[in-house]
């Protein structure tokens, strides 16, 4: 479940446990992952990239320039290594253990290894001796300290005779580890996470109504991170255009601030987490109209009535262990009011954004100030909404951590 669609770079070095390979590609792919795999030359000696190509249904790289087919240019290892959400290095042969230490890159594996940001794994396999030399275990110790994770060797025969450590992980077991460590990654695995996005609507009549220019861009990224990062996920929208990838998440579609109040209120009770992001109309007419409201020569007075404050009232029957997080959307004294917001609302963190020409409603970009309850504040610059999200749910749970 928790490699289900993930894109994994499978870099094989020149090993003869490369022949492992392709029923490594098998276990992969049987877990829904799409994989692409980078060879060193030698590995290809061990391993026809012909079987590798087949089985993922993609061409195998090994070379930064395809000589065969000169057409396809350069094969970049940025792109490669970027495009991964986890990259497994298997078998990891004594020589590209020891260039990935000293951060070398003097092939297409090394370098994508270098240029990865994702979660890096990898796979020792040597003869028994090379596997306990003093250098190999320093080389191991530095990739681990560097927060790169081994799948330890396994004991056995090795090719050449000898019996003892040094032998790859069989496949099933570099699977079972990846798998197990990217569970352990997910801090809030257990977790019910409840997020409102979006705009609101309130009637006029039956064509027309008041909203505001909210996207829902930053509630989706904060709903999918935490899905990411393992939470069960409820996420409350209000009305947007925007087709959101609602994978790995539960969605209540809502129009009107009463509505959103009722979906969130239903399930805020069972939320151990509960972000408040949509921007939700505080007025609605007093009145909506059963029919269309004609045209006259006459001023056209709408009476309206404060709608329900979904996070102020949902805050204030909160229980000791739920965390509320809010946001403020401010366009002068921002912290002062979003201060003000936190305590009123009984929230435990307060995001505070300031309406701007590349931040706040319906931009990719924002650039907010997290205020927490003792008023500590922690600031993250202009960036993609999808990256702040991540920053943001790093920066709630090392505070939840350590509060
Ligand atoms: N909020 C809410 N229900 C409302 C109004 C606001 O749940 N009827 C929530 C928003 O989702 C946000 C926080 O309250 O998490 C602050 O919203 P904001 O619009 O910044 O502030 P308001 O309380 O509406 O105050 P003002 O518009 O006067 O700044």
Redesign the pocket.
């Known amino acids: 479940m928790v490699l289900q669609g993930k894109k994994v770079l499978l870099a094989v070095s020149g090993s003869i446990a490369a022949y492992k390979a392709p029923m490594l590609v098998r276990l992969l792919v049987k877990k829904s992952c799409v994989v692409r795999v980078v060879l060193t030359k030698s590995a290809a000696d061990f391993v026809s990239p012909l079987t590798l190509s087949t089985l993922t249904d993609a061409p195998v790289e090994v070379d930064f320039f395809n000589r065969e087919s000169p057409e396809k240019g350069w094969s970049n290892h940025v792109d490669m290594a970027l495009w991964a959400d986890l990259m497994i290095i298997a078998p990891v042969s004594s020589n590209t253990l020891s260039k990935m230490a000293s951060g070398q890159s003097d092939n297409l594996l090394l370098a994508a290894f270098m240029s990865a940001k994702c979660p890096v794994y990898f796979a020792p396999a040597m003869d028994l001796d090379m596997y306990k030399n003093e250098a190999t275990k320093e080389n191991i110790e530095k990739l681990i300290s560097r927060g790169y994770h081994c799948i330890p060797s396994e004991s056995g025969e090795l090719a050449s005779g000898l019996v003892g450590e040094g032998r790859m992980a069989e496949p099933e077991n570099i699977v079972a580890f990846v798998e197990q460590s990217l569970i352990d990654q997910q801090p809030l695995r257990g977790k019910t996470v409840m997020v ?1 996005a979006g705009p609101t609507r309130e009637a006029i009549d039956p064509v027309r109504f008041i909203g505001n220019h909210a996207s829902g861009k930053m509630g989706h990224a904060l709903a999918t991170e935490a899905a990411r990062l393992g939470a069960k996920v409820h996420l409350i929208l209000g009305p947007t255009g925007i087709p959101f990838d609602y994978s790995g998440m539960k969605v209540t579609h809502v129009e009107s ?1 009463q509505e959103m109040y009722e979906a969130c209120a239903a399930i805020f009770p069972d939320a151990d987490l509960a972000v ?7 007025y609605r007419p007093a009145k909506r109209h059963e029919q269309k409201v004609k045209k006259s020569e006459a001023n056209l007075e709408i009476s309206l009535e404060p ?6 009232t949902l805050g204030h029957q909160k229980k000791s262990e739920q965390i509320v997080i ?5 366009t002068e004294n921002a912290i002062e ?1 979003a201060t003000k ?1 936190l305590h009123t ?1 009984n929230a435990d963190f ?1 995001v505070c954004n300031v309406a701007g020409e590349h931040t706040g409603f319906a931009h990719d970009t924002n650039e907010v100030t997290v205020i927490a309850k003792d008023e500590s504040q922690a600031h993250f610059p202009l960036t993609e909404k999808t990256q702040l999200a991540k920053y943001l749910w790093n920066h709630f749970i090392k505070s939840l951590a350590t509060s």
């Not at 408040?276 to 505080?282: E, L, N, Q, R, T």
């Open positions: 409102n601030t408040f992001s949509a921007a939700v109309a505080d709608t329900v404050d979904i996070l102020k809010g946001f403020a959307l401010e009011y917001k609302k307060i």
